[in-house]
Structures are given as C-alpha cells and as structure tokens.
C-alpha cells in the first residue's frame, strides 16, 4: 500500500470519511451565507426571486418577500438604520396619503429617536426589528442572534405602546438557513423585498425623478417595497409613487394584512 510519510492511503481515507460523517455536505450548506438579490421586475412581471436557489429555504422558514400576486396590492417597508432627517416628512406623507407601512429599526435609531419611534406606533404603523447593532447575522451565535433582537424588543416597547414584536428584517439581507430558523423559533417572520434600489448611498442621491422611475418601473403585483428613510430622493418621490401606484390600480396593505392578522382595508391602522 502506497505510504504518504507515517500515513497510508487507508488511514487518510478513514479520516476523511470521519470528517464527512461528522461534517456532512447538507450541514455545511445549511449555515452557508445567502445574500437576498435577484433580477428585478420589468413591465409588471414577477422579479425572478421564484428562480433563485434560495427560495426553499425562505419559505421553509416562513419569510415573505411576496404578497398575494394575483392581486394589485403593495406592502411598503422602510429601513431605519439611521435618522437623516427625512423621517418626519415621509410620515406626514404616510398621513396624508393614508397609506400603512412598516419601519425596520436597529438599536441606534431607538435610541436617538425616541419621538418619531412614538409617532410611527401613534399613526398605525408596525415597528419592525432590524436588530440592535445592525451585524451580519450569519456570523454570530444563535444566543448573540437572541441577544440583537431581544434588545431592540425591549428598549422598543419601553418607547412606543406596541409591546409585540414580530417582523424581521436581516441586516444587509445576508441570511442562512441557521439564522432564519433560529429567528422564526424567536417568533420573528423574516421580511424580505421585491422591490428595491440603490437609494441608501447619501452621497449618491440623483434626484426624486430617479427614484419615481426607478421604483415605479418595478411595480408588480404582490410587491412589498423596500426604501430607505435616509434617502432625501425617496422623501421627495414618495407622495408621487404612492399617487402612480394608485392610479395603475394598485392598492397598499400592511404587513399584517400579509400575514392575515388583520381584514383587508384601504387605510388600515392609519389614524
């Protein structure tokens, strides 16, 4: 038998097969990181996330990224990372248009804000987590995982009147089957998008028309949106989006109409 220094091929191959059996290939994908993307929709058309390898692993863990595509409706999410000062203008927008939505928070911006934390509650919106320190959930434990959104739970409801705490947004859209399971065994639904664009870069705003066109271009049926409140363009745009959506037919829900929680309305929760 062929010798490799003090190890035979037989030895090597027992400790590889060791190594397989403790180490198995589907374990080993299981913690693999996804980063959420996918082509987006043209002319009304789905975007491709029903293509993308990482849709079993979505739905086997209850995240949404779609609504009811058989009907013109749109859940519109806002990531709250930071305040940049644009957040009142988009909730008087909101008001105005009477339109619900959701904003995703991280520990920060509990802290900084707590006045606009108060009035997103007040007006009917949904206070969603976004996690305390805003990390890349694939490379932390389950119990730190636990600790991020625990905390942003608990310094959220001490702010605001909702004392419950049940929709997720995964910092950067990094996720991995591990992290989703673990988030839905904390009683966490995982919201994703399927409408989305480069508007986070402050230093690259390109003006409200951009940001009507780039998301009215992407309408589809089901859409739940993704903005962010940092974003002066999106600020501007909003009451126009909301206008165009509108008169192509589409209607705004909130994410707990998604979920079934609550009957279906125009105006839902908003006061």
């Not at 030895?11 to 980063?35: E, K, R």
């Not at 987006?40 to 779609?66: D, M, Y």
């Not at 909301?242 to 009957?263: H, M, T, V």
Request: glycine residues 8%; neutral net charge; aromatic residues 10%.
């Amino acid at each position: 038998m062929k010798r490799y220094g003090k190890w035979t091929a037989l030895s090597v191959m027992v400790i590889v097969g060791c190594f397989m059996l403790a180490f198995p290939v589907t374990a080993q994908a299981s913690v693999s990181p996804f980063h959420f993307g996918f082509k987006k929709s043209i002319n009304g058309q789905l975007p491709s996330i029903n293509e993308e390898g990482f849709k079993e692993v979505l739905e086997k863990n209850g995240a949404v990224f779609l609504g009811d595509t058989s009907r013109k409706v749109i859940y519109l999410t806002f990531d709250n990372g930071y305040e940049n000062g644009f957040t009142a203008r988009i909730l008087d927008t909101l008001k105005e248009k009477q339109v619900p939505a959701a904003f995703f928070v991280t520990g920060h911006y509990i802290k900084d804000q707590p006045e606009l934390l108060k009035r997103m509650q007040a007006e009917g919106h949904i206070v969603g987590n976004h996690s305390w320190s805003h990390p890349d959930m694939t490379t932390i434990s389950d119990s730190k995982i636990k600790e991020e959104l625990d905390k942003v739970k608990t310094q959220a409801s001490l702010v605001t009147e909702q004392q419950d705490m049940i929709y997720l947004r995964p910092p950067r859209g990094i996720f991995s089957e591990r992290t989703l399971a673990v988030t839905k065994g904390l009683g966490y639904t995982n919201v994703f998008w399927s409408i989305a664009y480069k508007d986070w870069d402050v230093n690259a705003q390109k003006g409200s028309q951009f940001a009507y066109d780039s998301v009215m271009k992407q309408l589809h049926p089901g859409a739940i949106m993704l903005l962010h409140s940092i974003s002066k363009d999106n600020t501007e745009a909003l009451g126009r989006i909301i206008d165009g959506a509108r008169s192509q037919g589409y209607e705004f829900l909130s994410l707990d109409q998604l979920n079934n929680k609550k009957p279906d309305s125009n105006t839902p929760g908003i006061e």
